[in-house]
């Protein structure tokens, strides 16, 4: 029986071992999508216990403490960070098989030296130990121990992008804003009119139809690209399907004005014409766009209207993507050379039609100028990272592959990068061992390099 979690974790093979340990191991991070505040960030204040740095905005965590039966009240309510941990160490050892089972004890190692499996019987030696620690931890030094050279957060257009400012002059690890115009894209959203008027005051002119408004978006383009922003960033739960057209477009934006009902087929329009208009800009500036489809949001509506959005309440969407992503990506690139993209679907039946949709799209001499994003949300575990990769190798060069990102709240969550870059390793040595790849080392280690590290630095040619 191999030992719980020991030095060769998920590495089944010799070669496994090896590529792991001799190159993936000691790799920087650049983690290009996170949800990190950078106020967090630049305030960098000590943790008053481990469940602030732990369990503070883990929906993953959360979701699982749920259908475990845990209250609210020692998940998300007013109970104690202690009576909170408690209850995460009573679920942990129900998630035999679940990823955050070997994410919950890869941070206990890496970050505390605790090898014992949490469970309600170790929980308060656990509780004390990680406590005695964290008192002395940062922000930005877990950031450096994950030897992280490289994040981006999520950010909003209208964010003044302060706490950014401030960690530029702090001067360490390179922390980068990522434009996120999420909020722009829902005119029929009942939110849509404050934020507009945080727009108007952050560009400082009256908005009031389509093409000031896309003058207003550029201008909060400028002043990211300015703030060392290189990506952008957007969450697209449905593809629209509608052909762009400005004149449709203004025609949504006159009715939201005139405070109508947007008929949909206009909310489609608008969002196909902005997204092109968008992916234009992105190429002008020679930035990164990133397409986040297929999550179905905020299905407890009680829940949500409690907590907010982001909390434990969604799931896998299966609506069908070829069809309208094509579509889109097609405009964008007649309007304009499409910007360098990464294509992600949180439904892996899409994981082929990803695969195949970016190989019709590449740029003359330039590696993955379309290229998939990993395994994302509800698939960043061993078996759907397993799968995500072997599909991408059966329609294109898995060199290319940009590789692992946290797409986490938590500081703790760069030993997912370890996780990934050990089951990457262990699929690689399975291949060269079963005879369908050469024991071919320079092969092997400029593969692993440039997956567990090069693409993902190829998108800050700058930085």
């Given at each position: ?33 996170c ?5 967090q ?8 216990s ?16 749920r ?23 009573e679920?942990?050892p ?68 302060e ?6 002059a ?12 999420d ?70 934006f ?8 947007i ?33 179905f ?5 009680p ?28 405009a ?16 892996d ?47 294109a ?67």
């Amino acid at each position: 029986m191999k030992r719980f979690m020991g030095k060769n974790f998920l590495l089944d093979t010799d070669t496994a071992r090896e590529l792991y340990h001799d190159i993936a191991a000691d790799l920087p991070v650049y983690d290009f999508h996170c949800h990190i505040p950078a106020q967090q960030l630049a305030e960098n204040e000590p943790f008053a216990s481990i469940a602030q740095v732990w369990l503070s905005g883990d929906h993953y965590k959360w979701r699982a403490m749920r259908v475990a039966g845990v209250p609210e009240a020692m998940i998300t309510g007013n109970a104690s960070d202690e009576e909170k941990f408690m209850a995460w160490a009573e679920t942990v050892p129900k998630l035999i098989g679940n990823p955050l089972y070997h994410w919950t004890h890869l941070e206990l190692q890496r970050y505390f030296d605790i090898d014992e499996p949490l469970s309600p019987k170790s929980a308060a030696e656990i509780w004390n130990e990680c406590n005695r620690q964290i008192i002395s931890m940062r922000p930005r030094d877990l950031i450096a121990r994950s030897n992280v050279k490289l994040l981006c957060t999520t950010d909003d257009p209208v964010d003044s992008l302060e706490w950014h400012q401030r960690l530029r002059a702090a001067g360490e690890t390179e922390i980068l804003p990522t434009f996120r115009p999420d909020r722009a894209m829902n005119l029929d959203a009942p939110t849509f009119a404050a934020w507009l008027l945080q727009l108007e005051n952050a560009v400082g002119f009256a908005i009031n139809d389509f093409d000031t408004f896309k003058r207003a978006l550029t201008l909060r383009l400028e002043f990211f690209h300015a703030n060392g922003c290189r990506l952008s960033d957007h969450a697209l739960d449905t593809v629209p399907a509608a052909a762009p057209s400005d004149d449709l477009a203004q025609e949504a934006f006159t009715a939201f004005r005139r405070g109508e009902t947007i008929l949909s087929h206009l909310v489609d329009a608008y969002r196909s014409s902005l997204l092109v208009f968008l992916a234009a800009e992105y190429s002008r500036v020679h930035w990164t766009m990133q397409l986040h489809i297929g999550a179905f949001r905020d299905l407890n509506t009680p829940m949500f209207e409690a907590l907010g959005p982001n909390t434990g309440f969604d799931a896998i969407a299966d609506t069908p993507i070829a069809r309208p992503l094509a579509s889109l990506l097609s405009a964008m690139g007649e309007a304009a050379p499409l910007p360098r993209t990464l294509l992600f679907s949180l439904n892996d039946k899409d994981n082929y039609t990803l695969g195949t949709l970016m190989g019709t799209l590449q740029r003359d001499g330039v590696p993955a100028h379309v290229g998939v994003g990993p395994a994302w949300w509800f698939h960043d575990h061993r078996s759907g990272m397993e799968k995500h990769l072997r599909s991408l190798a059966n329609v294109a060069p898995l060199s290319e592959f940009i590789g692992m990102t946290t797409d986490s709240r938590s500081l703790l969550s760069y030993a997912r990068h370890e996780y990934f870059r050990r089951i990457f390793c262990n699929v690689l040595g399975a291949w060269v061992e079963n005879g369908e790849y050469p024991e071919d080392y320079r092969s092997l280690e400029m593969i692993v390099r440039k997956v567990c590290f090069e693409n993902a630095m190829s998108l800050f040619p700058t930085a």
